[in-house]
């Protein structure tokens, strides 16, 4: 099944819209026996900017088009689909966040500060963007590092030779950066 840039946006958008309210404390208790289902009005003909970046372009974080949640009949078993029925709960959410690896924060390194701040917003504030609640990030490099390093050297049981020096770099001030921006 062949899959269009369009339809992978919406897609993947939505996950991104639906998180972006705010948690408060009562995001993280069960529902009630009876909950109030949240209306469709919140989402219906809400618009979603859809942001860009990509190489071999002028495209970086660049605002590429807009799309409109709307009802739509039975789609095509070719299309890509979110179906969201806010009667039906099945677990709670805690949270919507993304992956902070060195390759995002050396990227992030490259941004103008104007476009870094604009990233930070769009990400982790919840008033001016989707305001991310959770973050990851790996120990030691991974599939996401430009390199391979570790902390420790092999065998050192004592951690002797314990080092970070290698985030402090990127990822270390980037993931402040992200913290700051959540109010964290």
């Not at 069960?30 to 003909?45: D, K, N, V």
């Amino acid at each position: 099944m062949k899959i269009d840039r369009r339809s992978f946006l919406v897609a993947s958008s939505s996950a991104l819209v639906l998180g972006k309210g705010k948690l408060s404390p009562t995001a993280y208790e069960q529902p009630s026996e009876t909950p109030e289902p949240p209306g469709l009005e919140r989402i219906e003909a809400r618009d979603v900017a859809v942001y860009t970046t990509a190489d071999k372009t002028n495209y970086r974080l660049s605002p590429t088009d807009k799309l409109t949640f709307k009802p739509m009949v039975q789609p095509l078993e070719t299309q890509i689909c979110v179906f969201v029925d806010p009667s039906k709960r099945a677990q709670t959410m805690v949270g919507i966040g993304g992956a902070l690896t060195d390759a995002s924060a050396e990227v992030f390194a490259k941004l103008p500060p104007a476009r870094q701040r604009e990233f930070m917003d769009a990400y982790f504030d919840a008033n001016k963007g989707i305001g991310y609640t959770l973050g990851r990030t790996n120990i030691h490099s991974c599939d996401f590092s430009s390199a391979s390093y570790t902390y420790v050297n092999e065998g050192d049981k004592e951690l002797k030779s314990f080092n970070v020096n290698h985030d402090k770099q990127f990822r270390i001030p980037f993931i402040k950066q992200a913290l700051a921006t959540a109010g964290g």
